[in-house]
């Protein structure tokens, strides 16, 4: 799983910046501009109840149809909703260029057909997503050659989104045909109001953070867009894919420790505790390392491969080099509540990043431009988890964790290290 979402990331990426190279600062950023304004919505089609869905095909394989059937019903029913809430919302912005629109459109839809990833919690559940990753992959690929293709062939910014569209398309065919090929029949597939009603009903905090989670991660660049302009947003959105494609592993390592952090909180609090240092331990430190790589080399490495008109995401990326730290203990802290099934506290860290963000982008990027949205990000992941912590025991103990991890290398010297 971490192999194929790292394969797939280095093949976006390459591609990435073959088209940022083509399209130039100001259409990157319009395209950017565009997926942003989209991503703010895509809440309603994903949801966050896949986890939900898992545990219980786990529990009950039986219930496959039904399980799968509800999560597909309502993920297609939040696309729906949110192809209608893009629709009412398009008037209320001004882009600079009318083509922002038309790309808006376009993505949204492709969007909508991300309800087909729910099958995907059927092969999560029994441990066989290696089928699932290989359809993605083949996409990727095929789509990386199109991407080439309309690059060769001079194709105007709309066709990018068009590709995006595209992508979505056979994303969700291939998802179906693996599903059918591994002995699933979606036409079986039943979706019940008592099994959506219940999804809802013990899902809901995770849906409210997934939209929190949705609108910070991509208001900034919206934002950009409309208080700097479109090449400010170019150069934003570069500096951070460079940011993001180190949030894989932990990621992708986290959701395969969790069981274990689970067991370990049912049957040895001790244990528990032991595990939860060590991974604020590793996760700090990891960070560490990689932030002072990216702030050491990464200006000269963008200047590199997407060339002087992007020079200004150098700046960004000196501030969000350091972004890495707040994320990957951000992903432990949340794993971590997780297990103690708080989930409230999950929501309202994001809501307080969310409203922080905000806040921050307000007042830095009319003044820093893409730079001050970078210091609102680095600002609010920072400050939201002090901010819940005198209303939650279990944020205080994960701050407490964190503090702990920052003199990892003293306490280890001294023979005071946590241990799995």
């Known amino acids: 799983m971490l192999a194929e979402r790292l394969l797939r990331y280095l093949i976006g990426f390459l591609i990435g910046i073959w088209i940022a190279r083509y399209l130039g600062v100001e259409q990157y950023g319009l395209l950017s501009y565009a997926s942003a304004f989209v991503s703010i919505f895509a809440w309603l089609?994903?949801?966050?109840?896949?986890?939900?869905?898992?545990?219980?095909?786990?529990?009950?394989?039986?219930?496959?149809?039904?399980?799968?059937?509800?999560?597909?019903?309502?993920?297609?029913?939040?696309?729906?909703?949110?192809?209608?809430?893009?629709?009412?919302?398009?008037?209320?912005?001004?882009?600079?260029?009318?083509?922002?629109?038309?790309?808006?459109?376009?993505?949204?839809?492709?969007?909508?057909?991300?309800?087909?990833?729910?099958?995907?919690?059927?092969?999560?559940?029994?441990?066989?997503?290696?089928?699932?990753?290989?359809?993605?992959?083949?996409v990727v690929m095929a789509l990386a050659a199109v991407r080439v293709v309309l690059i060769w062939l001079q194709a105007p910014i709309e066709a990018f989104a068009c590709a995006i569209l595209v992508e979505a398309a056979l994303a969700a065919g291939g998802m179906v045909i693996v599903y059918r090929t591994a002995g699933g029949a979606p036409a079986r597939l039943q979706p019940s109001c008592a099994g959506m009603r219940s999804l809802l009903a013990n899902g809901w905090p995770l849906v409210a953070a997934a939209a929190a989670t949705s609108f910070y991660q991509r208001v900034?660049?919206?934002?950009?867009?409309?208080?700097?302009?479109?090449?400010?947003?170019?150069?934003?959105?570069?500096?951070?894919?460079?940011?993001?494609?180190?949030?894989?592993?932990?990621?992708?390592?986290?959701?395969?420790a969790f069981p274990a952090l689970i067991i370990a909180r049912t049957s040895d609090q001790s244990l528990f505790s032991n595990r939860v240092q060590a991974?604020?331990?590793?996760?700090?430190?990891?960070?560490?390392?990689?932030?002072?790589?990216?702030?050491?080399?990464?200006?000269?490495?963008?200047?590199?491969?997407?060339?002087?008109?992007?020079?200004?995401a150098g700046k960004v990326l000196a501030v969000l080099a350091w972004m890495p730290l707040l994320a990957f203990t951000?992903?432990?802290?949340?794993?971590?509540?997780?297990?103690?099934?708080?989930?409230?506290?999950?929501?309202?860290?994001?809501?307080?990043?969310?409203?922080?963000?905000?806040?921050?982008?307000?007042?830095?990027?009319?003044?820093?431009?893409?730079?001050?949205?970078?210091?609102?990000?680095?600002?609010?992941?920072?400050?939201?988890?002090?901010?819940?912590?005198?209303?939650s025991v279990e944020v205080r103990r994960c701050n407490r964790a964190l503090l702990l991890a920052l003199v990892a290398p003293v306490r280890y010297w001294k023979g005071q290290g946590a241990r799995l």
């Open 45 to 138: 089609s994903i949801l966050g109840l896949d986890p939900a869905v898992v545990r219980e095909l786990v529990d009950d394989p039986l219930r496959r149809d039904e399980a799968l059937g509800s999560l597909l019903a309502l993920r297609f029913a939040g696309g729906v909703l949110m192809v209608v809430a893009i629709a009412l919302a398009l008037p209320a912005i001004d882009p600079a260029d009318p083509r922002a629109r038309v790309m808006i459109v376009m993505i949204s839809f492709a969007q909508l057909l991300v309800a087909c990833d729910s099958l995907d919690c059927w092969f999560q559940a029994t441990l066989t997503s290696r089928y699932a990753a290989f359809a993605r992959i083949v």
């Open 220 to 256: 900034d660049h919206v934002m950009i867009g409309e208080l700097a302009g479109y090449g400010a947003v170019g150069a934003y959105s570069v500096a951070v894919r460079f940011v993001e494609v180190t949030y894989l592993a932990p990621a992708v390592l986290l959701a395969a």
């Open 279 to 312: 991974m604020f331990d590793v996760s700090v430190w990891v960070a560490v390392v990689l932030a002072g790589v990216l702030w050491m080399f990464g200006a000269s490495v963008i200047s590199l491969l997407f060339g002087a008109s992007f020079a200004e």
């Open 330 to 391: 951000s992903m432990v802290r949340a794993r971590v509540l997780m297990a103690e099934n708080v989930l409230r506290a999950v929501l309202a860290i994001e809501v307080a990043i969310c409203v922080l963000n905000v806040v921050g982008n307000v007042l830095l990027i009319p003044r820093w431009g893409a730079p001050g949205a970078a210091c609102a990000a680095l600002a609010s992941a920072a400050l939201a988890p002090l901010l819940i912590a005198p209303f």
